[in-house]
C-alpha cells in the first residue's frame, strides 16, 4: 500500500512527535509513505478567512503532486486533512473551479487525488484485523478517550465518519487492546488558537474537555491533531492552576498508541516529548504485561 504523505506544518515542528510516530508506525504496517516533494501549506485557517481562491489553491498545489503520480494524500492532521478534503470536493463538483484553479497552480488538477485522513487510512484500508494481528504488546486495561475534535469527521459531507458520534479511533483502540470509553465530549472543540490569543476563552473549553475525560474515568486521551494535543498536552497545567485542578491526564497521539501496542520503542515515537508525562502509562503497560508474561 503506497500514498502521497503530506505532514503538514505542525509536523514538523510543534507536532513533530505526530509525524515521527506516523513514519514508524506506517513502516511497522507495511504502509509505504511517499513525502510530497516541496510541499506547501494548506492555508489552515488564514487562507479560508481571507480568500476563497487562494483556500482551494495552497491545497491543490499539493494533491496535483500527488495526482501526478497517481496516489492518495495521507495527512495526519486535522485541519489540513480538513482544507484539503474541501479543495478535492470543490474541484470535483466544478469543471469551472477545475480550471481556474490548474491555471492558479500552474499545474493539472482533477480531484482524482483524494485526501484522505491518516486515521481512515489505517482503519478502513488496511483494516482493524489486520492491525489486531500485529498487536504484541496489548494496551490492555488502559482506558482511552478518544478525541476527535471539531474538524476531523466535520463538516458531515466532507467526513469519513459519523459527524456527532465518530467510532474510528474507538474501534482502533479497541483492536490495540485498549478499552475506548464512552463520553460527550469527543468531537467538542478544544478552542483553537483562542488558547494563545483570549485565554479567557480558550481555557474554559480545554478545561471542559479534560474535566469530561477525567470524570469519564479515562486513563489518557487519544487525539490525532497538533492544535488539540498543543491545547489538551501543553495548556494542561496552566488551565488546572486557574481551576484548581490536577489532572495529570497523559495524551497521546493515536499513532502513539499505535506504536506501543506493535512493541515500538516509545522513547523512539516521541513519547519524551509530551509536556505531561505519559511514559509512565507505558512503564505500567509493560509491568502488567511482565506479570501475565509470568502467571
Not at 504496517?29 to 480568500?51: F, K, R
Not at 497523559?250 to 522513547?267: C, D, K
Request: charged share 25%.
Amino acid at each position: 500500500m503506497k500514498y502521497a504523505y503530506y505532514p503538514g506544518c505542525s509536523l514538523s515542528s510543534t507536532g513533530v512527535e505526530y509525524d515521527i510516530s506516523t513514519k514508524k508506525v506506517a513502516e511497522s504496517l507495511g504502509i509505504e509513505l511517499w513525502e510530497i516533494p516541496e510541499w506547501n501549506c494548506c492555508g489552515a485557517s488564514s487562507a479560508h478567512l481571507t480568500d476563497h481562491l487562494l483556500a482551494l489553491a495552497l491545497p491543490a498545489r499539493n494533491l496535483a503532486i500527488a495526482e501526478e503520480k497517481g496516489l492518495d494524500v495521507a495527512i495526519p492532521c486535522a485541519a489540513c486533512y480538513a482544507r484539503c478534503k474541501a479543495t478535492e470536493v470543490e474541484v470535483k463538483d466544478s469543471k469551472e473551479m477545475q480550471k481556474t484553479i490548474s491555471e492558479v497552480i500552474e499545474r493539472q488538477y482533477t480531484g482524482k487525488a483524494q485526501a484522505r485522513a491518516l486515521l481512515d487510512v489505517f482503519v478502513n484500508d488496511l483494516g482493524l484485523q489486520s492491525i489486531s494481528t500485529l498487536v504484541n504488546k496489548p494496551l490492555k486495561d488502559l482506558k482511552v478517550v478518544s478525541y476527535y475534535g471539531c474538524l476531523l469527521v466535520r463538516p458531515p459531507r466532507l467526513g469519513f465518519d459519523d459527524a456527532e458520534d465518530p467510532q474510528s479511533m474507538d474501534k482502533l483502540i479497541e483492536a490495540l487492546g485498549g478499552t475506548p470509553v464512552d463520553w460527550a465530549f469527543k468531537t467538542e472543540c478544544c478552542g483553537a488558537a483562542h488558547a494563545t490569543t483570549k485565554s479567557e476563552v480558550g481555557f474554559p473549553m480545554i478545561e471542559k474537555i479534560l474535566t469530561a475525560a477525567k470524570e469519564a474515568g479515562a486513563d489518557c486521551i487519544a487525539t490525532a491533531c497538533p492544535l488539540c494535543m498543543s491545547n489538551l498536552d501543553m495548556r494542561q497545567t496552566q488551565v488546572g492552576a486557574k481551576y484548581g485542578k490536577n489532572y495529570s491526564l497523559p495524551v497521546f497521539y493515536f499513532t502513539e498508541l499505535m506504536g506501543i501496542a506493535l512493541g515500538l520503542n516509545p522513547e523512539e515515537l516521541g513519547i519524551s516529548k509530551h509536556f505531561v508525562d505519559a511514559l509512565g502509562i507505558v512503564k505500567k503497560l509493560n509491568e502488567a504485561a511482565g506479570r501475565r508474561d509470568t502467571a
